[in-house]
């Protein structure tokens, strides 16, 4: 039976009361209609619990008023975009243009987005990197970009620790026909699922506490779609909340596209699961894969995955549950949102949920890759779009990442506190690349190829200049010339969630060697024939694991010119250093930069 797909999704507005309407370009896509889709983003300074929630939590229904954000019902300061969280959705179709006018209304801060999930091809100067694609944005900034690259996306600040405290929201890229089509019913603008890590207080002051003094930075607790409830409240002795929770809706006897993505800020992969439900993954970051069915997939900050659930129990509400790992089980952050099934009461699930790390189940994108039977791996997916990769490449590239106890001057004084010289609550460890802190250039090299970059360092080159005992601190490029092949080995000591701007990389080879693996380790063991590539349909991603003692190998040709930032997505990590850029080509292959474009840099004259 030909289901009528999409009108079913489009027709009917359900689950929680979005923020004010539908934008007109969230419609069900149709090949030739292409709009400009045009959206105001006002980064507001905000508190939980204001004024516009009323008598909320008392009184509930006033919790559900617009620009009242409740989260898990813990009083902070936050930012936020039109006063939403997470910020507006912005749902298109494919080749749509999409024009977002920032203005930053913040008393005494910058900010940028990066879209997250968009190549920027031809449109690099949009790509939302401060002093590397564009200045930070101190008034307004009209960013003007196709929806070339179809999927689930997402939008994030890329200024400083403000993703953390809410700079975040959906960004979907819906086409006429898709691949995969035949495979559900339902892709309703509703089944978005934003997961978020969230502390109890704003991310800067955690941020210098963490860096500072002795604060461990992790989270306190998970939010779907903004919204959850403070599990631990009661036993660690705070105020309990009865917040709403999340509700998707969904209509029996239907298969229903999920889109899931994670916000995560801090180290907080997640694993999500939904009772008595399978879940097919169609897609991962915006991708098509072959379909593989699983009962559960983890996920990391940056990546996207699409599934497909069938609602195919009885009609009643069940628990999404999203559990929280390595450093997020420290505190035991978990969270839950309700799948209801139309017919069903207005109720929570009876069922009791605890807080459980190791989901039992197949698992999509285990953070522990093994060749073990219940465990489907990056590499193990097939990219539904065929493909060859050739035997070698033009350029290969070692890239460490790992935490670090050397001196770093942010956080150490060799004279007076060194890192040996304090106890170990005190001592933090360095998120570098190659042993390398990553500096930005003081000016947007991208858009200002003229002004020096004072700390340029290149792969492969003498970086002493740039140390100061054991620690070094530059603006590391990795170059190479538009349209090569490119071979990446990345390599990790701890968990890091590593993205690229600007491309889609396969995923060839992951794997787990030992802890205190080294680059050496890895050269050893590829030379002694120990990892075998997948050249044959790897699957394409834009964040990857690279798992802990082990490595991740991805391959793509350098064909997009620019200044691309690759970094962790861990918000800390990148903020501390562990990025560098990849330079692809000349100013000659980059079109001209847009005419009254922002500029920036140190005014230092001559005394
Ligand atoms: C840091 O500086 C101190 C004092 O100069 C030195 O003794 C120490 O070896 C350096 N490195 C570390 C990791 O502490
Ligand atoms: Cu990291």
Known sequence: MQLPRLLLA???????AAAGERHECERQCVAGDTRTCKYEF??????????????????LSDCAREECIVADGASRPLLTVNRQLPGPAIQVCEGDRVVVDVHNTQFSDTDTIHWHGQHMRDYQYYDGVPFVTQCPIMGSFRYDFPAATPGTHWWHSHAGVHRGDGLFGALVVRQAEDSLHGAYEVDSPDHVLMLHDWIHGSTNDEFLGFQHSKSMGVANTILLNGKGRDLHAESEGREVVNTALEVLQVTPGLRHRLRIVSASSYICPMAV???????TVIAVDGADVVPRTVDVLEIISGERVDVVLEANQPVGNYWIQVHGLVECSTKECMQVAVLRYEGAPDTEPTEQVEYNPNPSGTILNPLFPTPVENAVDIVDLDALTPSVLPEEVDKQFHLMFSMNGVNNSFFFNQELYPFNGVSPEWQRNSPQVNDLTFAFPQAPPLSQP?????????????????CEGDFCQCTYVVEVALGDTVEMV???????????HGYYFHVVAMGVI????????????DAAGGITRKLQDAPLKDTVLVPNGGYTIIRFTADNPGWWIMHCHFMYHSEMGMAALFHVGTEEDLPPVPQGFPSCGPFMPEI
Not at 10 to 16: L, P
Not at 490 to 500: A, E, I, K, R, W
Not at 514 to 525: I, K, S
């Open 10 to 16: 489009f027709g009917v507005v359900v689950g929680a």
């Open 42 to 59: 006002n980064i507001i300074e905000y508190h939980t619990l204001s004024r516009a929630c009323y008598d909320c939590p008392n009184t």
């Open 273 to 279: 699961s939904v009772d008595n439900h399978k879940l």
């Open 450 to 466: 003229n002004v020096n970059i004072p700390k340029l360092c290149l792969y492969g080159q003498d970086v002493s200049p740039f």
């Open 490 to 500: 990345l390599v990790s000591q701890g968990y890091h969630p590593f993205h690229l």
């Open 514 to 525: 030992g802890p205190g693996t080294t680059v050496q380790d890895v050269m050893d063991l």
